[in-house]
């Protein structure tokens, strides 16, 4: 049971540059989440999915573009990288959203610089 | 949206003595709490969570205390070791959405 993977691990982009980072995970949960985390700021939600089928906007999508590919998998697309989404990206899943205890299972993060 | 603080960017305790980390929140509509430790290079691990019917919750040698009067919420390590060395994050729920609110985060360091 590997809970919640990410690829890639880290990733140098040139500004303009298109990419995917790829998220499963392995515990039958059905709602997924994109954080972003920038030095001395809490977690940030870009895109979430709270069901398979279904996307919705975070407090910071703009730039960003997801696919809810099954139940397992939830992609985070970036088609013209910035150096503003130079940040680490943390994928989540939680058996289901928008209920209250539901705890929020983390990956180990995708680390992504845009020069 | 929510606002969500901690009260000390860092903390620095000695081997064995007991952590307090403290966390504020702003609305009274939050229904679930939780605690998170991340350290470096890897991501949020889930700590220990409190519902808001509670106001008190133990786990192993963690301790995470609720006061909806003040909307503030601690995590206490006893016996604090040098694998508690970690940012902390609370992340606050409201009672309608999908989003958990986190905290900046606090840096405990323990010092030997």
């Known amino acids: 049971n590997a809970g919640v993977t990410q690829t890639p691990k880290f990733q140098v982009l040139k500004t303009g540059q298109s990419m995917t980072l790829q998220c499963a995970q392995d515990m039958n949960h059905n709602s997924m989440y994109w954080y972003r985390q920038d030095p001395g700021m809490g977690l940030r939600l870009i895109y979430y999915?709270?069901?398979?089928?279904?996307?919705d906007k975070g407090e910071v999508p703009n730039g960003y573009n997801v696919s809810r590919l099954n139940k397992r998998e939830f992609s985070l697309r970036l088609e013209s990288a910035a150096p503003s989404q130079t940040s680490v990206y943390f994928c989540?899943?939680?058996?289901?959203?928008?209920?209250?205890?539901?705890?929020?299972?983390f990956g180990p993060g995708t680390r992504l610089l845009v020069l | 949206g929510e606002s969500v603080g901690l009260h000390l960017p860092t903390l620095s305790v000695q081997e064995g003595d007991n952590s307090i980390i403290n966390c504020a929140y702003s609305?009274?509509?939050?229904?679930?709490f939780i605690w998170y430790k991340q350290e470096s290079g890897k991501g949020p691990q889930f700590i220990i969570d409190i519902r808001s019917n509670m106001d008190k919750r133990q786990g192993q040698r963690v301790t995470v205390l609720l006061n909806k009067t003040v909307k503030h919420l601690s995590l206490q390590i006893a016996a604090t070791q040098p694998g508690d060395s970690a940012v902390y994050f609370c992340a606050v729920h409201e009672n309608s959405g999908y989003a958990l609110n986190f905290g900046k985060g606090t840096s405990l360091l323990v010092t030997p």
């Open positions: 999915s709270a069901s398979e089928g279904t996307t």
């Open positions: 609305n009274s509509a939050s229904d679930y």
């Open positions: 989540a899943s939680s058996l289901v959203a928008g209920a209250s205890q539901e705890t929020q299972y």
